[in-house]
């Protein structure tokens, strides 16, 4: 056991369990935390004993992951957090559940960390996959509860794995230390590769609407993504407003693509700041075949001072870089690789279940905010 720079304890390893055992667990999580040697996984919950999915047909039963990974497994959220041997010695869990499950879910581990709180007990980590939440309400009254219950001790993080590259990290330093002035314009393009999702109406979790939704489709499963990245990156603008115009799938009713204006305020300048994004599924090819198709991202930036550019396919780091361009026009290479989300399934997983692991160690991080499930619920709202 050794100290962080931040005064914590960190351990060895981390006692980690995972809520929800479908398609993205099975194919990414669970390999993932068995591989790092810093994870201890510790318990799979699900509510079937077999579970399901269209996108990968051969999931594996409950009984099979036990033996496969040395773990237990449960059905229920309740009998998992009543082994007291298991809870009390838990460092993190990993929520990657249908989208609409996520805000109970997330009240009942914030009610853990309160009591943790009381009792004077080791935090609790909590790393949810994205979407947030499928509903604003929702989204804003969990983060309303992490923010009571944040201490520097238990995180609430948010698993856009894009957000915890490193190229990510260097765009946000570049605009938040006023390399570009001040922020006025934003453009981004989204095309992936995964329209067959949504156009099979047996994916009901990804075309249908559950719980407190309005609308499913591409917005909620993909750009997610994008904008959880953009108001990364940008940290000081607050949405006001979302203008958009979407086209369906007439199969499904699932939405295929979008075009909007989104009204943001710079909150350090008190400037409107405008995100003109662009959205598809309809990029020809299939993510997931052999070979795959990449996904294709450009994001550009403009101040008063320059601009940032970032673009490329997600699965050739060589096919872009980061650049930025002072006033003078001249290019400036901050990266010359592009990465955005992860798909490391064979390793240790992408950077942002490797930081996960890194925190339930006693490491540093900070929570995500919750712009991008407040621009998405805009996004829909505004064509219905």
């Not at 077999?50 to 999931?59: A, F, G, H």
């Not at 405008?274 to 990449?294: E, F, K, R």
């Amino acid at each position: 056991m050794s100290t962080t720079a931040s005064g914590e304890k960190e351990c060895n390893s981390a006692n980690i369990a995972v809520i929800g055992a479908g398609w993205w667990s099975q194919g990414w999580h669970l390999p993932a935390l068995n591989n790092n040697p810093r994870s201890n996984l510790v318990a799979i919950v699900d509510t079937s004993a077999q579970p399901k999915s269209k996108l990968n047909p051969d999931l594996e039963p409950l009984s099979v992951l036990a033996e496969k990974y040395n773990t237990v497994t449960f059905t229920s959220i309740e009998d998992f957090l009543n082994d007291s041997d298991i809870e009390s010695n838990l460092d993190g869990v990993v929520v990657a559940t249908p989208h609409a499950t996520h805000y109970l879910i997330g009240q009942v581990l914030i009610e853990v960390v309160k009591k943790r709180k009381v009792t004077n007990s080791k935090p609790l980590h909590i790393l949810m996959e994205k979407p947030m939440t499928t509903d604003i309400e929702d989204a804003m009254t969990l983060y309303s509860l992490v923010e009571a219950e944040s201490d520097g001790e238990s995180q609430f993080w948010l698993n856009h794995s894009a957000n915890y590259r490193a190229q990510t990290a260097m765009a946000r330093e570049a605009i938040t230390s006023g390399r570009l002035g001040s922020v006025r314009h934003v453009t981004a393009s989204f095309a992936s590769p995964l329209k067959w999702i949504f156009l099979d109406p047996e994916n009901d979790g990804w075309n249908k609407p559950s719980g407190n939704m309005i609308g499913n489709g591409f917005g909620w499963a993909q750009t997610s993504h994008m904008l959880a990245f953009l108001f990364h990156i940008l940290p000081d603008l607050q949405p006001e407003s979302v203008y958009c115009r979407m086209t369906h799938s007439k199969t499904t009713g699932a939405d295929i693509s979008h075009s909007a204006t989104i009204e943001c305020v710079d909150v350090a300048t008190n400037e409107i700041v405008l995100i003109n994004l662009s959205g598809t599924t309809l990029l020809p090819g299939d993510q997931y075949a052999d070979p795959p198709v990449a996904k294709l991202v450009q994001i550009d930036v403009y101040g008063n001072d320059g601009s940032l550019h970032y673009s490329g396919n997600d699965l050739d780091p060589s096919s872009g870089s980061l650049d930025y361009r002072p006033t003078n026009g001249s290019i400036e290479v901050l990266c010359d690789r592009f990465e955005f989300e992860g798909y490391d399934n064979e390793n240790y997983g992408p950077e942002s279940m490797q930081n996960f692991v890194e925190l339930c160690c006693g490491g540093y991080g900070e929570t995500i905010p919750t712009a991008g499930a407040t621009v998405i619920d805009g996004l829909v709202r505004a064509v219905v």
